[in-house]
């Protein structure tokens, strides 16, 4: 009875072990600056408070950049309107609190729908399109999305150019109150997607849209309707960014149109390429080294400092092109068939007869 629990907490150790230090890691920054771990508990402490924030903003990137992985890295589906599928979430979360009395349940079920209803709307193209027809064709529906948002007809919904203001947020929710419980919902949302998102790319289903992603032609020639294989990660692609989408607006105290455009789905992006592409917890790291490199460099350098990241994008292509994760783990696996070549010189010494 042991044996699937050992299994599984050494499968995931690494996320684990992620999990536990980032639930540490706001109390550990309180003693540092004089706050016991009661009052960071009780959403007290300055620097630690601004931590969690900035944390809480690389989790929801994260979170986004994964739902990309998915599509892209391990199915093979280059999008360019995924920021569509996070933004809708998002102007939906804010407009059905603004604008219905509908119990926060409700909220989250509509937003579900919508999710898979804006996948089946990409799906629709899918047997039809492939490669970068398929890319220009997302990117297509998502700015007729940005030009609705950003339309002046629909301002008293959407805000405009301005962006969606002034909706109520769920009391359990309040970030500006309750910081630390947003917080520590945003990395357990994390951390399950992650390990969902793991067991499913193992699973039959998910090892065939590896295949896909491979060659589409011989899972086709295998048997596969490639095209349901599609839909599916297409559908479980879509609602995680409209988690994130949703996770954005209650945490944010607007919602800009930029989250619509294409520059966002391009943050997703680079975010995989940084970190890894298929790998999934490349967009983890991505989702830091991105968050941390803007906020560092905007900080220091202010506007010049989209120069210095699109240098370091550069870099990264030119000199990582696997990605943080990608290259480490293709190192690894030099190492140990390094290691294992050494061991079977070294044995075959030991079992060789003796010269006379």
Known sequence: MNKPRVSFFREYRTILIFFLVMLVLPFIIGLFEGSTPELVWNNQGTYSKFIQG?????????LFAMSYDLLFGITGLLSFGHAMFFASAAYATGMLLKFTSFPFWVVLVLIFVLSVAQALLFSLVLPRVKGITFA??????????????????????????????????????????????????????LVVTYILYKSFVKSPTGRVCVAIRENEGRAMMLGFNTANFK????????????????????????????????????????????GGVGTLSGAIIG???????????RRFIGEGASFFLGAVYVVFVLFIPYGIVGTWM???????????????????????????
């Open 136 to 189: 220009l064709v997302t990117l297509g529906m998502a700015s007729v999305f940005h030009i609705v948002v950003t339309s002046t007809d629909l301002s008293k919904y959407t805000g405009s150019d301005v962006g969606l203001q002034g909706y109520p947020v769920p009391a359990f929710f309040n970030a500006s109150a309750e910081k630390l419980r947003f917080y520590l919902i945003a990395l357990f949302i």
């Open 330 to 356: 293709v190192r690894r696996l030099g190492w140990n068939q390094a290691c294992k070549q050494g061991w079977q010189r070294l044995l075959r010494v030991f079992k060789s007869p003796p010269k006379d």
């Open 231 to 274: 839909i599916l990660a297409m559908i479980i692609s879509s609602f995680t960014a409209a988690v994130a989408g949703t996770l954005h607006a209650l945490y944010q105290p607007a919602i800009i149109p930029s989250i619509a455009d294409l520059g966002f789905t391009v943050t997703g992006l680079l975010i995989v390429l940084i």
């Open 287 to 297: 989702a830091f080294v991105y968050k941390l490199l803007d906020f560092g460099l």
């Open 54 to 62: 900035l944390l809480i903003e690389i989790f929801i990137l994260a």
